[in-house]
């Protein structure tokens, strides 16, 4: 799914401000620093600097990690947006014991960051991704419930398209699928059973759809 990439930059009243977020994932800057993408209620989601970030004795150590619920002070500067302090209230990663449990966790991470501009704002989504997360924690299909999830921030963000009208071949089956998982909860969605060849066909029509 291809998109013109823009930021909807706003006046910003003050330079500073603290605010609750979670954490979409980071990446190195230099041979210190760490660029962070953060999603917040009120400011959507950002891209913000730890500087130090990646030194060991760093005050940022443990609370920049991908999931993590945190609040978190910006400085606003003239050309980047700098985190000044950050402490975390959870960590959503802390219980995942299974890989599959863990790597579906990062993709519902990796999802929300792809598809989310910079400032873009989606009513609950540390709701969203922390019920999507806890459920992943005790269920034995963790990829149906990143697939529930992806669907539903698509649907939100109005970018899924519709099933009926879509020009990918897709047959009935998988069209109430796809209908049920935009609108049930994880619970409901977790009863669902399906063999390892719809499994594979969802997983293929889902990266279709997300392009990736």
């Given at each position: 799914m291809k998109r013109n990439k823009f930021s909807n930059r706003s006046?910003?009243?003050?330079?500073s401000v603290t605010t609750k977020?979670?954490?979409?994932?980071?990446?190195?800057?230099?041979?210190?620093?760490?660029l962070v993408y953060l999603y917040s209620e009120e400011l959507g989601k950002i891209k913000a600097y730890a500087k130090g970030g990646r030194k060991i004795l760093?005050?940022?150590?443990?609370?920049?990690e991908t999931l993590?619920?945190?609040?978190?002070?910006?400085?606003f500067s003239p050309q980047n947006i700098?985190?000044?302090?950050?402490?975390?209230?959870?960590?959503?990663?802390?219980?995942?014991?299974?890989?599959?449990?863990?790597?579906?966790?990062?993709?519902?991470?990796?999802?929300?960051?792809?598809?989310?501009?910079?400032?873009?704002?989606?009513?609950?989504?540390?709701?969203?991704?922390?019920?999507?997360?806890?459920?992943?924690?005790?269920?034995k299909k963790?990829?149906?419930?990143?697939?529930?999830?992806?669907?539903?921030?698509m649907d939100k963000l109005g970018i899924v398209p519709n099933f009926k009208d879509s020009t990918m071949h897709i047959s009935d089956k998988y069209i109430k699928f796809f209908e049920f998982i935009?609108?049930?909860?994880?619970?409901?969605?977790?009863?669902?059973?399906?063999?390892?060849?719809e499994d594979s066909y969802i997983s293929k029509y889902l990266n279709k759809l997300l392009d990736f």
């Open positions: 006046t910003r009243i003050s330079k977020c979670i954490i979409l994932g980071h990446k190195n800057v230099g041979e210190s620093d760490r760093s005050k940022f150590t443990g609370h920049i993590n619920i945190a609040e978190v002070s910006l400085y700098i985190i000044t302090e950050i402490s975390s209230n959870e960590t959503l990663l802390k219980k995942a014991e299974k890989l599959e449990t863990f790597q579906s966790a990062l993709k519902i991470a990796e999802i929300a960051n792809a598809l989310l501009f910079e400032e873009q704002k989606y009513k609950n989504l540390i709701s969203l991704m922390r019920k999507a997360i806890m459920h992943l924690m005790t269920s963790p990829h149906l419930i990143y697939t529930a999830f992806a669907i539903k921030l935009k609108t049930k909860t994880f619970t409901e969605i977790e009863k669902i059973k399906t063999t390892k060849e």
